[in-house]
Structure formats: C-alpha cells, structure tokens
C-alpha cells in the first residue's frame, strides 16, 4: 500500500517481490489396502514405522498378504505408507437370527449322529439343502458352510458326546459377532474395530480419588493379547455432563469421535434407559466394610447380621449390577466373611455376599465375547463397494488422504493367491487420477520366465492386462522365512519390497533416479521364487516386465524400472518409471503451489510472477539433477 506522505523526511514502502515459493510433494508415501488383525475400517490411517503397524494394525497375519507386504516396505527403506483396512463380516447384524437358525440346523441333524462318521454325512446332506436352495442369502449358505465344514474336521469314531460339544462350537464360530460387545452394569460398549482381538478385551471401573458424593468413575480398558490399555478418568453418565462417557470414548456410529481407540459407546441415543446411580459408591462399599467388620466382632449378633444384608443391598442394588465392587474391597470383604464361616457360623449362606461380589467382580474386570469371527476372505466388491467414492469406502477410502504417491493390493484371498484384473484396472484408473503409480505383483503362477512372457503376451486374457503409463510390473514373486510359521520359506508379493526400493531411492538419489541397479537391493530376501539369466532377462525386460534378479556378492536386487506402457514395441515417451514419476511429482508440486493465480487479473505481472515462481522450482530441480545437462538453458 502506498505510504501518505505528510511531513519531510525518510519513507519506506514494501513492495511486493511476487515470490510465492512452490515446495516439492512428497514423492514415496505408499497406500496398502487389504484385510488386517484389527484397527479402523474404511480409513486411510498415516503409519511412519513398522512397529506403528503393529500397534495398530496388529502386525503380521496367517490370514493376510498385507502386514508382510508392510514390513518388507519398511526393511528397505520405507518413511510413510497409509493402510486401509477391509473387513468382509460372515453376515450383516439384520441377517443374525436367520444365519444363528441356520447354524442350529445343521448342528442338530449332526448331533443326531452316534458317530463322527454319521454326523459329517448328516451335516453335509443338510449344508446341500440349504446350499442348494436359491431362495437363501449368501450368509445362510455360508453359516451352513461354516458349522458342516466344522464338523467335518471331527474323526469318524468320534463318540457322541464329542460330535455334540463339536456341533455347539460350530454354531458359535458360524454365528460369531464383527465387535464383542461388553457391558458393565447397563453400561454398554463395543470394540472399536471389527475382528477376533476384541475378544481379548478387559474393561474396569473404579472410583479411585472420586469424591464420595460426586457422580463419576474411572474406566480401564486393556487388550490383554497386545498389552495396550487406556485409562479414562471422571467419567460420568449424567446427560448434561462434559465427562459424559460417549464424548469421551466416542459413539459405536461415529457421530462422535472420541479418544478411545479399543471400546465404543454403544448405548443407542443419550440418555440410555436403566442407567446405575452411581453416586456416593466410595461410601456406600466403606458402610459395607464397617458393617462387615462390626459382624466379624460378634457373629451372632442378628443386628449386626440385618446391619450387613442392609449395606450390601445399598451397595449392589440391581440396578447399580456389577459397577460398584473394587478389587480390593471384595478381598477385604470375602475374607471377613470367610472367617466368619470358618468359625461355624450361617452368616454367609444368609447374606450371600460372597457370591454375589464374586460374580460382580468377575463380570466388571473379566467381561467378554468369545464368539468374535476375523470374517470372511476380501472380494473385488469390498474394494469396490456401491457408491464407495461417495461414501470413502473400500480403495476410494483412499479419498481421505491428502497424497498418496505408490498403490499396493497384495492378494486378499487364500486360494488364487492373485488380485482380480478388473480390480487392477480400477486401481490403474484410480492412480491415474491422483497421479500415483500402481505396483503390479507377478500371478502367482509364473513360474518360469516362459510362463511370465506367454501370459503377459496373449492376444486375449493376459496379465495383468493393463498398458498403463501409472503402473509397473516386477517379477518374480520373493521367497523368504515366515516368522508365523517357524520361518518356513515361503513366496511373497514383491510389491512392499519394491515400494521400499523406491523410497530409498527417492531420499538418497532423488524421484528421477531409476530404482534399480546394485544400489537395489532387496533387504529380508533370502531367495527369489525364480532366478532369471541375462537372456532371459533379455527377453523380458522388452516387454515392460521388470525383473528382479540375484547376483553373487550382490545379492538380490531390483534390475528394471519400466512402466507397463515400457514395451519397446509401444515406443511410448513414458517408457520409464522414473520419467513417469519425475513428471507425476512436477505435476502435483505445481498443482499445489500455483493455486494462489486463480481469481487474480489475468495480464503480464501475474504471468510474470507465474514463470518466475516456477522457474525457480524447476531451476533447482535441475541444480539437484532431475534435468539433463549441467546448467538450465
């Protein structure tokens, strides 16, 4: 703004220089999508390290590609990834009494049976009715699936009893819940996250350094097979409260967020019906002790008696159930009690203290749901559910990502062992649009460098069918110790090992640097499932598949850095990945950087200022040796 000039003297005015500095995205964070042990669903969820993974996510997995393909990202040097966690439940909560029916049916046609024998023949006969019956959703038929496959793991002179107590376990694993849901009192929470592992949770309350009168309690949650645990303190479940215990943990709907990442509200809406009173617990389990401890002077007296019905009634109304009892009042109490029993006397059969604070305390501190299920093995629609760019689901909960640069799927199911093509080719279209590259895994049955090319070759129905200039293919698949499974060898995608490559690469080098050659090495990989020669190479390598090759003294390296449009017979000009990529990290920088040109005068000082800003950007870019040549022109 023009200084006003008014007296005589020095003046001094700012004039705009026009620099508005374009910073460089990150060029390396990699998105992974796929089944986990626990954490959130259908969130994009920012990891910096492996052992984040692992806290959060649960680490690796019999039942999932993905915690393997993490870790491998991380050993060869991986800094930022973004997990998206799918889960696929045997069935929807609306369909539960249809399927739990549908599992009792089975199960009693098996238990029928005098023998193991007779009872898998019993179950399959019934699994193929209903199986075979159209008018049946896709969850009974699977609960009936689940219970006759059960069974069918019992020997055949298996007696009675066992195909009974087989059949009951059946029925509970086909019916089992997404979430274990716990209640305390009519307290009522869920787990944060769908999975087996909430069966592992432990939830407490007290009222340690609570005023007697107040109206608050303390809340521990503990995952006793990871050892993670929260404390919430003053607690409250008055509506009006700003401790109130769905603000503070969050809603099992997500209307609210909370702190809490094991449990959920699961209460419905506020305020609950039969909510405990908890005021004044402190005083009313201090008149119990003092009561129990006047008796214990005196067992016969019959006041004294009435006087401890009295307090453990105050104590443990119904409605309060299990919340009021501490740990260590129950000792306290139980062992009064004992010695009054001890002593001959009936006071215990009278008041029933003792069984009814056992049962308390173990409700209040050991509470869970055993039959919790891992669900079910991912399908393309899970990846691509209705509506999942509208609603953030599926590959689209990749929409609540700011930037993503590299994309990942390892294979989701157990038995092809590969990811659906049209899935490939949504995720091509995808990474297109968020100028990301795809990283394709070889199909788990190219075993040979012939298979690989003749595959990848055909006219009609080749793999991975998608010339895309945003998507790269490396092969073969690796071959390394399994730690869930006394480190047997076994293959695993390269795709996390590759990604890794990449974001080494890109810190020690630059984006515009191949990643590939002796400085590629693949950490944590012992063998590769195929060793390729230079000819074979040769004749690869032409095509666009990129080859991972072993080298004495070397080892295991990445030896190829084309894109799936890099087949010499294209003649494409994004050949190469790091081209590619050199060019999907300018376009975002300057999609970014520049958006302070929209709404100003389009005339000569704004473009002035456009090509001096990114003139600068690119000018550095070549002193950094992105460009060719050893100064800009």
Not at 33 to 42: N, V
Not at 528 to 534: F, P, Q, Y
Not at 607 to 623: D, K, M, P
């Amino acid at each position: 703004m023009p200084v006003a000039v008014s007296y005589p003297g020095v003046y001094i005015e700012e004039i705009p220089s026009g620099v508005r500095t374009i910073t460089g995205v990150a060029t390396s964070i990699t998105a992974f999508i796929g089944r986990a042990q626990r954490g959130p669903t259908d969130k994009a969820v920012m990891i910096n390290s492996y052992a984040e993974f692992e806290r959060i996510f649960g680490g690796l997995w019999l039942e999932s590609t993905v915690g393997y393909a993490v870790r491998d990202f991380y050993l060869n040097g991986g800094s930022q990834a973004i997990i998206v966690r799918l889960f696929h439940p045997l069935f929807q909560e609306t369909e539960r009494e249809s399927v739990e029916s549908t599992a009792n049916e089975v199960a009693t046609e098996a238990k029928s049976a005098a023998t193991g024998a007779a009872a898998k023949t019993a179950a399959n006969t019934k699994r193929d009715d209903i199986v075979d019956n159209e008018e049946n959703t896709e969850a009974i038929k699977q609960a009936a699936r689940k219970v006759a496959e059960l069974i069918g793991k019992l020997p055949d002179n298996a007696k009675k009893e066992d195909v009974i107590k087989a059949a009951d376990i059946a029925v509970t694993k086909a019916s089992a819940s997404s979430k274990a849901k716990l209640e305390i009192g009519n307290i009522k929470l869920v787990a944060a996250s769908e999975g087996a592992w909430s069966a592992n949770l432990r939830v407490m309350i007290d009222c340690d350094n609570i005023p007697a009168t107040a109206d608050l309690f303390n809340l521990t949650v503990v995952n006793t097979s990871g050892g993670t645990s929260e404390r919430f303190l003053n607690l409250s479940i008055d509506q009006n409260s700003v401790r109130r215990i769905d603000r503070i943990l969050g809603s099992a709907d997500n209307k609210i967020i909370g702190e809490s990442t094991l449990v959920k509200w699961d209460g419905g809406d506020w305020p609950p019906a039969n909510l405990p009173d908890l005021t004044g617990i402190k005083s009313k389990v201090a008149a119990l002790s003092a009561a129990i401890d006047a008796l214990n002077k005196d067992p016969s007296d019959t006041a004294k008696q009435a006087a401890v019905k009295s307090a453990q009634d105050a104590a443990w109304p119904l409605t309060l159930d299990t919340v009021t009892l501490e740990e260590k009042k129950y000792n306290r109490a139980k062992a009064k009690l004992e010695t009054i029993q001890n002593a001959g006397g009936t006071v215990s059969d009278e008041i029933n203290a003792e069984k009814e604070a056992k049962a308390a305390l173990e409700t209040t501190k050991q509470h869970r749901i055993d039959s919790v299920s891992d669900g079910l093995e991912l399908t393309i629609n899970d990846f691509l559910p209705l509506q999942s760019k509208i609603e953030k689901k599926g590959m689209h909960a990749l929409e609540q990502a700011d930037l993503f640069n590299i994309l990942c799927i390892p294979p989701y199911r157990n038995q092809s062992k590969d990811v659906d093509k049209n899935l490939l080719a949504e995720a091509e279209t995808y990474c297109t649009e968020r100028r990301a590259l795809l990283i394709v895994d070889p199909h788990s049955s190219w075993n040979s460098k012939t298979k690989a090319k003749d595959d990848f070759s055909k006219e009609e129905d080749s793999y991975p069918g998608i010339p895309s200039k945003n998507a790269a293919l490396f092969f073969p698949r690796l071959k390394q110790p399994n730690p869930l499974r006394d480190n047997q060898i076994e293959e695993f995608v390269p795709c996390g090992a590759v990604a890794g490559i990449f974001a080494r690469t890109d810190n020690q080098r630059g984006v515009w640097k191949a990643p590939a050659g002796i400085e590629a090495t693949l950490a944590g990989v012992p063998q590769l499932s195929v060793n390729l020669t230079d000819a074979e190479n040769g004749e690869l390598n032409p095509l666009g598949i990129n080859c991972l090759r072993a080298f004495p003294i070397i080892g295991r390296v990445v030896w190829g850095s084309r894109t799936l449009r890099g087949a010499d017979q294209l003649a494409d000009e994004w050949k190469y990945i790091p081209v590619r990529r050199t060019a999907l990290f300018i376009e975002e920088s300057l999609y970014r950087g520049t958006k302070w040109v929209v709404f100003e005068p389009n005339d000569e000082p704004l473009w002035a200022q456009i090509r001096l800003n990114i003139g600068a950007f690119l000018h550095n870019l070549c002193r950094q040796g992105a460009f060719q040549g050893s100064r800009p022109r």
